[in-house]
């Protein structure tokens, strides 16, 4: 079995999307255990569990995300790994009120509409 950990410092993702990709992950040909999930000692805990390397997350913690995958082959480690990290880089899976207004100008228009399903800041 390949075990494949890649560190994303600083880039944190919501719970959501982390389970979103650690489903994108599993759902790839050749995969035995996968996760997208945040550098949390309980995370990292998990990831000694199924037997990869901690050494390999230096100094990993809270705020970095990391995409773990133990598969069949490099080939199969890949195709997954991609899977996740796009499924967690992904503008959609972090909703409408997310997005980035393009300037100043624009930022209370970029704000969702009354009873629309995302939310705004007071």
Known sequence: MIHSL?????????????????????????VDWAAAAMATPANLEELGAQGFDLADAGGAGPNDLFIAVRAESEDAADAAR????????APAAAGPAARTPASARRAPSARPSPGSRGRTSP
């Open 6 to 30: 890649r560190l994303y410092p600083d880039t944190y993702v919501d719970s959501v999307v982390q389970l979103s990709g650690t489903r994108a992950l599993r759902a790839s040909d050749g």
């Open 82 to 89: 991609a899977a996740g990290r796009r499924r967690c880089s």
